[in-house]
């Protein structure tokens, strides 16, 4: 009878450990775009693929690059030849081997695939060969000191090749990769949910068996959510919550100064809605600009937490042009800009807004700043995922949008700056500006490269094609029962080592 009761109390034990299944539950302020590491734009689909996509390699708290999928790498002398040695006894989802073979085929993937966002990330890369199953050679076009970095992101995400051949331009809808969690199920603008992969390489540092992930667009929802315990980590704290957030005592915040940036992108040769005073002239673009107050944005919108920045990197940043500061508001000096131009007001003008407490306060606050210079915003809300697909199709004159940034500062201009690149939706053209990129990539000390960037600011910031506003803290708010979570400046939720209690 002892016998038959302890088998009862195992058995009871067991079964209540089935269910006690551990589900961390993430608000994400969008609903990602497409989950295909080659196709995707967005901030929060890097969120989703952080749990799901391992990379070759990965960064720090310090932005170093550290070894992921690959275990380390060799570049020659004249850096046209880089040699990556991969992680052995490494599984896709579906069972599959990751190895030289896998790694190569990703990596072409991302190369050749039509509509691919990686190509100008990656596009110094000739050819990449097997050296042997687990070590691959990229051979390069030149040398392209941001190579590692890119390969820190989605550029860097290996794709089960079989699941890919066989799923085509429909990979995103089931992505399979190599990373601590497989995909189960997308309900678009509802959820998304993955499981732990019990084949993971690092399965021992796993500990939290399924996630789902649910947008909210509303951040005070998002919030709510979190304090009523219906949702364990949100992303993208509104400012104003901050205190809300520490003075409840169930709740922790984590923030760091992110790598990316928010601004204007102005249209200026996308079809025809670019046939307008702002596209036309720099000069009534930089009128536009000395009506902006950035700091006045800062305190009415974030409570002062945010950084204000007029460049593609924040004024923290190393590679920061000390030589183009921030410029004061000055109105009359705009008006008088506008009145050389020939141009008299107001100037009406579509302003695509994507859709969020923040970005619509930001939108209204700059939208009552440049009406004093002659400028009339016409705000357009629009669902987020929308706005990238019509700013790609020229639909917008001006377009508030943001970045989350990389660690190196090539992954915040190059694709935005350079002519024909897939993120120069405006259409910004100019050799001088594509010949100092190539400089900038082409040399690996921090000074060489900062002056080849100064002729880039020389450039962009007097012409105006993206004006910059500032550079935002990552304010991720999670419940106490979340244990070991790490705020990065890149802003992605991290999964291995998080315990759920």
Same mark, same amino acid.
């Given at each position: 009878m002892k016998k038959f009761a302890l088998t009862l109390a195992l058995s009871a034990a067991m079964a209540g450990s089935a269910f006690a299944q551990t589900n961390l539950r993430i608000g994400l302020a969008e609903d990602p775009d497409v989950l295909d590491p080659s196709l995707a734009r967005t901030y929060v689909g890097r969120i989703v693929f952080s749990s799901i996509c391992d990379k070759l390699f990965d960064i720090d708290e310090k932005l170093n690059i550290v070894p992921q999928l690959a275990l380390s790498q060799d570049t020659s002398e004249d850096g046209k030849e880089v040699v990556i040695k991969?992680?052995?006894?490494?599984?896709?989802?579906?069972?599959?081997?990751?190895? %030289?073979?896998?790694? *190569?085929?990703?990596?072409?993937?991302?190369?050749?695939? !039509?509509?691919?966002?990686? !190509?100008?990330?990656?596009?110094?890369?000739?050819?990449?060969?097997v050296v042997d199953p687990l070590t691959i050679k990229l051979t390069l076009k030149a040398p392209f000191s941001p190579l590692l970095a890119q390969l820190t992101d989605r550029a860097g995400m290996m794709v089960s090749p079989k699941a890919a051949e066989a799923a085509g331009d429909k990979f995103g809808l089931h992505p399979v990769c190599a990373g601590p969690y497989k995909f189960v199920e997308r309900v678009q603008q509802d959820r998304i949910v993955v499981e732990k992969f019990k084949d993971y390489w690092n399965k021992d540092n796993v500990f939290i068996d399924k996630i789902t992930y649910l947008p909210i667009v509303d951040g005070t929802v998002r919030l709510a959510n979190l304090r009523s315990g219906g949702l364990d980590l949100i992303e993208r704290v509104l400012a104003t919550d901050i205190k809300t957030v520490r003075d409840d005592k169930k709740l922790k915040l984590s923030k760091a100064v992110s790598l990316g940036y928010l601004g204007l992108t102005?249209?200026?040769?996308?079809?025809?809605? %670019?046939?307008?005073? @702002?596209?036309?002239?720099?000069?009534?673009?930089?009128?536009?600009?000395?009506?902006?107050?950035?700091?006045?944005?800062?305190?009415?919108?974030?409570?002062?937490?945010?950084?204000?920045?007029?460049?593609?990197?924040?004024?923290?940043?190393?590679? &920061?042009?000390?030589?183009?500061?921030?410029? !004061?508001?000055?109105?009359? /000096?705009?008006?008088?800009?506008? /009145?050389?131009?020939?141009?008299?007001? #107001?100037?009406?003008?579509?302003?695509?807004? #994507?859709?969020? %407490?923040?970005?619509?306060?930001?939108?209204?606050?700059v939208q009552s700043m440049v009406a004093e210079a002659g400028f009339d915003l016409k705000i357009r809300v629009t669902?987020? %995922?929308?706005?990238?697909?019509?700013?790609?199709?020229?639909? &917008?004159?001006?377009?508030?949008?943001?970045?989350?940034?990389?660690?190196? #500062?090539?992954?915040?201009?190059?694709?935005?700056?350079?002519?024909?690149?897939?993120?120069?939706?405006?259409? &910004?053209?100019?050799?001088?500006?594509?010949? =100092?990129? =190539?400089?900038?990539?082409? *040399?690996?000390?921090?000074?060489?490269?900062?002056?080849?960037?100064? *002729?880039?600011?020389?450039?962009?910031?007097?012409?105006? =094609?993206?004006?910059?506003? &500032?550079? =935002?803290?990552? @304010?991720?708010?999670?419940?106490?029962?979340?244990?070991?979570? *790490?705020?990065?400046?890149?802003? @992605?939720?991290?999964?291995?080592?998080?315990?759920?209690?």
């Open positions: 991969l992680r052995p006894n490494v599984t896709f989802h579906d069972g599959e081997p990751f190895d %030289a073979k896998a790694a *190569k085929y990703s990596l072409e993937r991302h190369l050749n695939m !039509k509509g691919s966002f990686r !190509k100008p990330e990656i596009g110094s890369v000739e050819s990449v060969d102005i249209n200026l040769k996308n079809g025809p809605k %670019a046939d307008n005073p @702002l596209g036309k002239a720099a000069r009534v673009r930089r009128a536009f600009e000395l009506a902006i107050d950035r700091d006045a944005i800062n305190q009415v919108v974030f409570n002062g937490e945010f950084v204000p920045g007029n460049q593609w990197v924040s004024p923290q940043n190393p590679y &920061y042009q000390e030589k183009f500061p921030i410029p !004061k508001r000055d109105i009359a /000096k705009a008006k008088a800009l506008l /009145k050389e131009a020939g141009v008299t007001g #107001p100037i009406p003008l579509d302003f695509m807004v #994507p859709n969020g %407490a923040e970005t619509r306060a930001v939108a209204e606050v669902e987020f %995922a929308t706005s990238l697909k019509q700013s790609e199709e020229g639909n &917008y004159q001006v377009y508030l949008i943001g970045w989350s940034g990389r660690s190196d #500062p090539d992954g915040n201009s190059y694709s935005f700056q350079v002519c024909g690149q897939p993120q120069n939706t405006n259409g &910004y053209c100019d050799k001088e500006v594509d010949a =100092a990129h =190539a400089e900038a990539r082409a *040399k690996s000390k921090l000074e060489d490269r900062k002056a080849a960037y100064e *002729k880039v600011a020389a450039k962009t910031l007097t012409e105006g =094609a993206i004006v910059y506003l &500032y550079h =935002a803290q990552v @304010l991720v708010a999670h419940t106490d029962k979340l244990e070991g979570y *790490k705020q990065m400046p890149d802003g @992605l939720v991290r999964v291995i080592g998080l315990k759920l209690k």
